[in-house]
């Protein structure tokens, strides 16, 4: 899955401000299965961080990072074996 976010974070020791520029890809991978069989809109939903995000040498997001989003629409499936539709939405990573 991949996701385009915008964060910003400091750096403390050089008190810098570095922001990760929207369209930066983050790639996540679910924690769990969901399915649009039993998933609910806005259920919680948690992601892994599975490459490290990084900006000007520094590790915005570290590889492992815990990222939580919800459901936002669920299309179950149909007759004649058409594929249900989920959309999930990112609300939140820990940043480094």
């Given at each position: 899955?991949?996701?385009?976010?915008?964060?910003?974070?400091?750096?403390?020791?050089?008190?810098?401000?570095?922001?990760?520029?929207?369209g930066?890809?983050?790639?996540?991978?679910?924690s769990?299965?969901?399915?649009?069989?039993?998933?609910?809109?806005?259920?919680?939903?948690?992601?892994?961080?599975?490459?490290?995000?990084?900006?000007?040498?520094?590790?915005?997001?570290?590889?492992?990072?815990?990222?939580?989003?919800?459901?936002?629409?669920?299309?179950?499936?149909?007759?004649?074996?058409?594929?249900?539709?989920?959309?999930?939405?990112v609300?939140?990573?820990?940043?480094?």
């Amino acid at each position: 899955m991949r996701l385009t976010c915008t964060f910003c974070f400091v750096l403390a020791a050089t008190a810098q401000v570095l922001t990760l520029q929207d369209g930066t890809p983050v790639r996540l991978r679910l924690s769990r299965n969901v399915s649009s069989a039993s998933a609910h809109v806005g259920e919680t939903v948690d992601f892994e961080v599975t490459e490290a995000a990084i900006v000007q040498n520094y590790v915005a997001i570290p590889k492992g990072a815990v990222a939580l989003g919800r459901v936002t629409k669920v299309d179950a499936k149909r007759r004649f074996g058409r594929a249900g539709a989920l959309e999930l939405s990112v609300d939140s990573v820990r940043l480094a």
